[in-house]
Nanobody, 125 residues
């Protein structure tokens, strides 16, 4: 079982930056690929970015390419999402997710085995 706790969300003006963090604990973290998803009010949860266990392979949604960077520090058992040039349409609850080792990088919600509680990101115009 892997427990995930996000932090770093908040209110920022358009054009600003935020860095989200996700702290992992529990057994099962070793080898797990991880990702970030987000859910805006009235919309389905959507994929943002994902990274494999060793950090050599990343995958981004088109909306996140160029502006967002996913990274991880396995020693610290942490996942990060650097978000730059934020837009009002980036407003959402951002979730950290993990997929069991050996099952690939998660790009859909159904591929994720563990979820955090989410952190709110609000971008004002």
């Amino acid at each position: 079982q892997v427990q995930l706790v996000e932090s770093g969300g908040g209110l920022v003006q358009a054009g600003g930056s935020l860095r989200l963090s996700c702290a992992a604990s529990g057994r099962g973290f070793g080898g797990a690929a991880m990702g970030w998803f987000r859910q805006a009010p009235g919309k389905e949860r959507e994929f943002v970015a994902a990274i494999d266990w060793i950090g050599s392979s990343t995958n981004y949604a088109d909306t996140a390419k160029v502006r967002f960077t996913i990274s991880r520090d396995n020693v610290k058992r942490s996942l990060y999402l650097q978000m730059n040039s934020l837009k009002p349409e980036d407003t959402a609850v951002y979730y950290c997710a993990a997929r069991r080792a050996g099952t690939g990088v998660p790009t859909t919600t159904s591929q994720c085995d563990y979820w955090g509680q989410g952190t709110q990101v609000t971008v004002s115009a």
